[in-house]
Nanobody, 125 residues
Framework: QVQLVESGGGLVQAGGSLRLSCLAS????????MGWFRQAPGKEREFVGA????????YYADSVKGRFTISRDNAKNTVYLQMNSLKPEDTAVYYC??????????????????WGQGTQVTVST
């Protein structure tokens, strides 16, 4: 069982930056696809981006492309979400998730098996 713990959320002004981290407990962390999702009040959980086990060419939702960057450090069992040029509409609880490694990216939250507890990101105007 993979345990995931997010950190790095907080309050930031529009245009600012935050970096979220997700620490995994499992030594086989490197074999999982890692995804980031977010959920705003009253809305469905939304795919933000994902990265394969090798860390190459992350895949992003259109809403964050060019502003957010996902990376991973398998030696540290950690995946990161660098968020720049934040907008008020980015306000949500952000979750990291782990799913089976595949040869293609998948964006449905139902396909990810393990989830962190979430970290709040609030972007003020």
């Amino acid at each position: 069982q993979v345990q995931l713990v997010e950190s790095g959320g907080g309050l930031v002004q529009a245009g600012g930056s935050l970096r979220l981290s997700c620490l995994a407990s499992e030594r086989t962390f490197s074999s999982y696809m890692m995804g980031w999702f977010r959920q705003a009040p009253g809305k469905e959980r939304e795919f933000v981006g994902a990265i394969t086990w090798s860390g190459g060419s992350p895949y992003y939702a259109d809403s964050v492309k060019g502003r957010f960057t996902i990376s991973r450090d398998n030696a540290k069992n950690t995946v990161y979400l660098q968020m720049n040029s934040l907008k008020p509409e980015d306000t949500a609880v952000y979750y990291c998730a782990a799913g089976p490694s595949r040869r293609y990216y998948y964006t449905s939250f139902r396909e990810y098996n393990y989830w962190g507890q979430g970290t709040q990101v609030t972007v003020s105007t």
